[in-house]
């Protein structure tokens, strides 16, 4: 399979060898000299998914909160203990 393209995949994601010039439908590989310009898309790339949410300590019965034990796509995970110190 390779860098083959897919039908219905975007053209703007194929490798480069693969893609066509939107206008007259040649391979392109950057720019086709007998074609007008396209709009230059912007390459940001993704969202930087490592910054940490700031979270005020939820309180539980029974429990005290002590702190963030971490952070993800699930929510976050605190680390308590029971209140008076005896066994959870």
Do not use: K
């Not at 393209?5 to 010039?21: F, G, L, M, S, Y």
């Not at 310009?37 to 949410?53: F, K, N, S, Y």
């Not at 429990?63 to 963030?68: A, E, L, P």
């Amino acid at each position: 399979m390779g860098s083959e393209v897919q039908r219905n995949q975007d053209p703007e994601r194929a490798p480069p060898e693969h893609r066509r010039c939107p206008s007259c439908g040649r391979r392109n590989l950057g720019s086709c000299p007998e074609c007008p310009p396209q709009p230059h898309r912007d390459e940001a790339g993704p969202p930087d998914i490592t910054e940490v949410v700031p979270v005020s300590l939820p309180r539980f019965p029974g429990y005290r909160t002590r702190w963030v034990l971490g952070q993800g796509g699930f929510g976050t995970v605190f680390e308590a203990e029971p209140e008076g110190g005896g066994a959870p």
